[in-house]
């Protein structure tokens, strides 16, 4: 029996040996460097244990129709509250909303442990074949905490694909994590042919700052911006016009809010974010460092930093990313380019933004400002040009003012290896933009050395990447006056074609 089992060992570990081979052998069927993903949000999903099926997922991407159906139960409730004065209904309804919606996902007081009731998506390593691997990860982790289990994730890409050296890509949160890979374990670094941050959000996110630390603002010409682009109709964008340029729509805004929601906003965001998506490290990388230290002050109190706070464990995962690794990003981008990555950077823009931030009205995808994902692009504000007679910050032997004269890329950390992408929001991903992510990966081009990429690029509207164009000198912003008759025309001929309907019957 013992010589059996033996025998049967001795036949296993030949069947293993075999078998890593050839999957070594497999993978290495490619004529590049095999490449890494990091994915960003859209990683594991957290479910409850009893959704077997995993068909609601708690935390991302977020169950739209769940929001709405608890926003409608909850309708008459918020109508008492508005019509009582009472913010504090809506106070406690807002909280039970989100709580229904996103509480599960919460971590516990360490920010790592699951709540009960609750079960992260298993995945295996991933291979997508043709040399490319794929990282996904628990996103409401803190990206130190990630970039450790990425640590492992590497060694078996190493072990699977034969090569001690990679490429490696990382969009949106998972810009963060290579960002906390590449200084947590610089040894790495020589294994690292290239790396390219794909619409990074390691400088934060305008709205995160001011949600955490208590304050909430509605910027008119962001919410104009954003309610243009649902595309609810030409007669409502064209009322709100008017109602922004004279100033009626920030008056509205500013006495509807003010009295009894804006507190109740206000109350209910600390509750909810102390509650779940401050328990949640990732979230608190959004955040600036503007607002930072009032945002942990603000949710977790003056004592933060008292070692026998309640919070602690998650308080110092917090406070460690930030102070190590986020505030010196730039620092950590160059070294890592000194010692011999080819670092580049993809930054898109040409979305209206939350109108949620004071500064809401700046230029990004949606989600990230350009100016941060970028690391220090001049632009225009959303919309808008540069002014007439703008004249590029830094002399690079160049022109870096973009086409359609929306940003200066002369003062960007790396002008020479980013790009700068119009008409993709930040989640959208088309062959074209992977085409784009693979040939800097592969060729290491930089902005000038590739006709097919230049610095500036625009999607075509079915989502090629192509060279953007000059666009016209901006039109003068028309009168207040003159949108008002404009729309006043309009009413009158819907006015004047329900009539004929109307007699017609």
Same mark, same amino acid.
Request: glycine share 6%; with cysteine; aromatic share 12%.
């Given at each position: 029996?013992?010589?059996? &089992?033996?025998?049967?060992?001795?036949?296993?570990?030949?069947?293993?040996? /075999?078998?890593?081979?050839?999957?070594?052998?497999?993978?290495?069927?490619?004529?590049?460097?095999?490449?890494?993903?990091?994915?960003?949000?859209?990683?594991?999903?957290?479910?409850?244990?009893?959704?077997?099926?995993? *068909?609601?997922?708690?935390?991302?991407?977020?169950?739209?129709?769940?929001?709405?159906?608890?926003?409608?139960?909850?309708?008459?409730?918020?109508?008492?509250?508005?019509?009582?004065?009472?913010?504090?209904?809506?106070?406690?309804?807002?909280?039970?909303?989100?709580?229904?919606?996103?509480? /599960?996902?919460?971590?516990?007081?360490?920010?790592?442990?699951?709540?009960?009731?609750?079960?992260?998506?298993?995945?295996?390593?991933?291979?997508?074949?043709?040399?490319?691997?794929?990282?996904?990860?628990?996103?409401?982790?803190?990206? !130190?905490?990630?970039?450790?289990?990425?640590?492992?994730?590497?060694?078996?890409?190493?072990?699977?694909?034969?090569?001690?050296?990679?490429?490696?890509?990382?969009?949106?949160?998972?810009?963060?994590?290579?960002?906390?890979?590449?200084?947590?374990?610089?040894?790495?670094?020589?294994?690292?042919?290239?790396?390219?941050?794909?619409?990074?959000?390691? &400088?934060?996110?305008?709205?995160?700052?001011?949600?955490?630390?208590?304050?909430?603002?509605?910027?008119?010409?962001?919410?104009?911006?954003?309610?243009?682009?649902?595309?609810?109709?030409?007669?409502?964008?064209?009322?709100?016009?008017?109602?922004?340029? *004279?100033?009626?729509? #920030?008056?509205?805004?500013?006495?509807?809010?003010?009295?009894?929601?804006?507190?109740?906003?206000?109350?209910?965001?600390?509750?909810?974010?102390?509650?779940?998506?401050?328990?949640?490290?990732?979230?608190?990388?959004?955040? #600036?460092?503007?607002?930072?230290?009032?945002?942990?002050?603000?949710?977790?109190?003056?004592?933060?930093?008292?070692?026998?706070?309640?919070?602690?464990?998650?308080?110092?995962?917090?406070?460690?990313?930030?102070?190590?690794?986020?505030?010196?990003?730039?620092?950590?981008?160059?070294?890592?380019?000194?010692?011999?990555?080819?670092?580049?950077? /993809?930054?898109?823009?040409?979305?209206?933004?939350?109108?949620?931030?004071?500064?809401?009205?700046?230029?990004?995808?949606?989600?990230?400002?350009?100016?941060?994902?970028?690391?220090? !692009?001049?632009?225009?504000?959303?919309?808008?040009?540069?002014?007439?007679?703008?004249?590029?910050?830094? #002399?690079?032997?160049?022109?870096?003012?973009?086409?359609?004269?929306?940003?200066?890329?002369?003062?960007?950390?790396?002008?020479?290896?980013?790009?700068?992408?119009?008409?993709?929001?930040?989640?959208?991903?088309?062959?074209?933009?992977?085409?784009?992510?693979? *040939?800097?990966?592969?060729?290491?081009?930089?902005? /000038?050395?590739?006709? &097919?990429?230049?610095?500036?690029?625009?999607?075509?509207?079915?989502?090629?990447?192509?060279?953007?164009?000059?666009?016209? !000198?901006?039109?003068?912003?028309?009168?207040?006056?003159?949108?008002?008759?404009?729309?006043?025309?309009?009413?009158?001929?819907?006015?004047?074609?329900?009539?004929?309907?109307?007699?017609?019957?």
């Amino acid at each position: 029996m013992k010589t059996l &089992k033996k025998s049967l060992s001795i036949v296993l570990s030949l069947f293993m040996i /075999l078998s890593c081979a050839s999957a070594a052998l497999a993978a290495k069927d490619y004529d590049h460097l095999p490449q890494i993903y990091i994915e960003g949000f859209e990683s594991k999903q957290i479910y409850r244990e009893e959704d077997t099926e995993h *068909t609601d997922p708690l935390f991302f991407p977020i169950n739209g129709q769940k929001m709405i159906d608890n926003l409608m139960k909850y309708e008459q409730y918020i109508k008492q509250a508005v019509s009582e004065g009472n913010p504090d209904l809506l106070y406690r309804y807002i909280c039970l909303w989100m709580e229904d919606c996103f509480g /599960l996902a919460a971590l516990e007081k360490d920010g790592c442990t699951n709540k009960e009731g609750v079960v992260t998506e298993k995945t295996t390593l991933n291979y997508k074949g043709n040399g490319k691997y794929v990282f996904r990860h628990d996103c409401r982790l803190s990206p !130190a905490d990630i970039a450790k289990e990425f640590k492992e994730y590497v060694k078996w890409v190493q072990a699977d694909s034969g090569s001690q050296k990679y490429e490696l890509a990382a969009s949106s949160f998972g810009a963060s994590v290579a960002l906390a890979f590449i200084n947590e374990y610089p040894e790495e670094r020589k294994n690292i042919d290239s790396l390219v941050f794909c619409v990074p959000s390691i &400088k934060g996110v305008n709205f995160a700052g001011e949600l955490f630390s208590g304050s909430f603002d509605i910027d008119p010409d962001a919410l104009l911006a954003f309610i243009s682009d649902m595309n609810l109709g030409e007669e409502l964008t064209l009322f709100l016009t008017v109602l922004n340029k *004279t100033g009626t729509l #920030d008056a509205i805004l500013s006495s509807f809010l003010e009295p009894a929601l804006k507190v109740a906003l206000l109350k209910a965001l600390r509750t909810v974010v102390h509650d779940i998506f401050g328990t949640m490290p990732s979230m608190w990388s959004f955040v #600036d460092e503007r607002y930072f230290y009032d945002a942990l002050e603000y949710i977790y109190g003056k004592n933060y930093t008292d070692p026998s706070h309640e919070y602690a464990g998650l308080i110092s995962k917090i406070i460690y990313y930030h102070e190590n690794i986020m505030i010196k990003a730039e620092d950590i981008i160059l070294n890592a380019k000194n010692e011999g990555i080819k670092v580049s950077i /993809l930054s898109k823009y040409g979305d209206p933004p939350f109108p949620l931030s004071k500064e809401g009205n700046f230029t990004g995808d949606g989600f990230v400002a350009l100016e941060m994902s970028s690391f220090g !692009a001049v632009c225009a504000m959303n919309g808008e040009q540069l002014p007439a007679d703008y004249v590029q910050a830094k #002399d690079c032997g160049r022109n870096m003012i973009s086409p359609d004269r929306t940003l200066d890329a002369s003062t960007c950390l790396l002008p020479d290896n980013t790009w700068f992408i119009k008409g993709l929001w930040h989640g959208e991903k088309t062959d074209s933009y992977y085409d784009l992510i693979n *040939t800097v990966l592969y060729d290491d081009i930089n902005v /000038l050395e590739d006709t &097919k990429y230049p610095q500036f690029l625009e999607n075509d509207g079915n989502g090629n990447l192509v060279p953007m164009k000059e666009a016209p !000198a901006q039109e003068k912003e028309t009168s207040w006056l003159h949108d008002f008759l404009n729309l006043i025309t309009k009413v009158i001929k819907i006015i004047i074609e329900k009539l004929r309907d109307f007699f017609g019957k």
